[in-house]
């Protein structure tokens, strides 16, 4: 466990490096707050879902590495992720079922999110814990202009069209987030189906 404490401090520095000094200009929200953000909700869902200890530093590795693929390419970027993964963690010996572990949560967040364990399930919560908090529009202008600076958007009017698309599709997997996100994730929607409306 010491070993894996070590690679975590390790691995922290890599990933805010990395994000700080490699990611997109247009990376408005794929960014080393978001993931920071990711990590430390991720942890503290997983106290809330009761996940097994010594999955937590597995869980945490997964959360720091799951936008760096971003650094390669924002195409299919969970899998550039895990080829960053692989090539950061693979000095350390890690177990390769951990490595498995890692790459199978990062993939896991890509939408639509598949989950197939409680790991996963954590961690693709985490990932869009912010659509149920208090700070959603704020965190949504960075993915907003992100996307615009790409010309995938063009105003607002198709950005909340995508947003009311989104969470009527989308679901939270724990306990946790249902119980603390879901509620306001659903004010949200109902808000911007009004905003729709409103111009219509």
């Known amino acids: 466990m010491l070993i894996i404490m070590e690679l975590l ?3 922290d520095y890599r990933v805010k490096h990395l994000l700080e000094n ?13 993931t ?3 990590a430390d909700t991720a942890l503290k869902i997983a106290e809330h879902e009761q996940l097994p200890p010594e999955q937590l530093p597995v869980l945490k590795m997964a959360a720091l590495l799951h936008d760096t693929g971003f650094v390669r390419s924002s195409t299919f970027h969970e899998i550039n992720s895990c080829f960053v993964a692989y090539d950061v963690l693979q000095p ?5 079922e951990n490595m498995d572990a890692i790459c199978s949560a990062i993939l896991a967040t890509r939408i639509p999110q598949r989950p197939t364990n409680l ?8 990932d869009l814990d912010y659509l149920g908090r208090d700070d959603f529009y704020v965190i949504g202008e960075r993915l ?10 063009r105003n607002r009017k198709q950005w909340n ?3 009311v ?33 409103n111009h219509a």
């Open 9 to 11: 401090k390790i691995l």
């Open 22 to 34: 490699r990611l997109p200009v247009c990376c408005f929200y794929h960014s080393l707050e978001h």
């Open 36 to 38: 920071l953000d990711v």
């Open 92 to 96: 350390y010996a890690l177990s390769q």
């Open 119 to 126: 790991l996963e399930k954590i961690l693709c919560d985490a």
């Open 144 to 153: 907003f202009q992100e996307l615009k600076c790409n010309k995938v958007l």
């Open 161 to 163: 069209t995508l947003q």
């Open 165 to 197: 698309s989104f969470l009527k599709q989308h679901h939270y997997f724990t306990q946790y987030s249902n119980t603390y996100r879901e509620p306001q994730k659903q004010r949200y929607l109902f808000e911007l189906e009004q905003w729709l409306l």
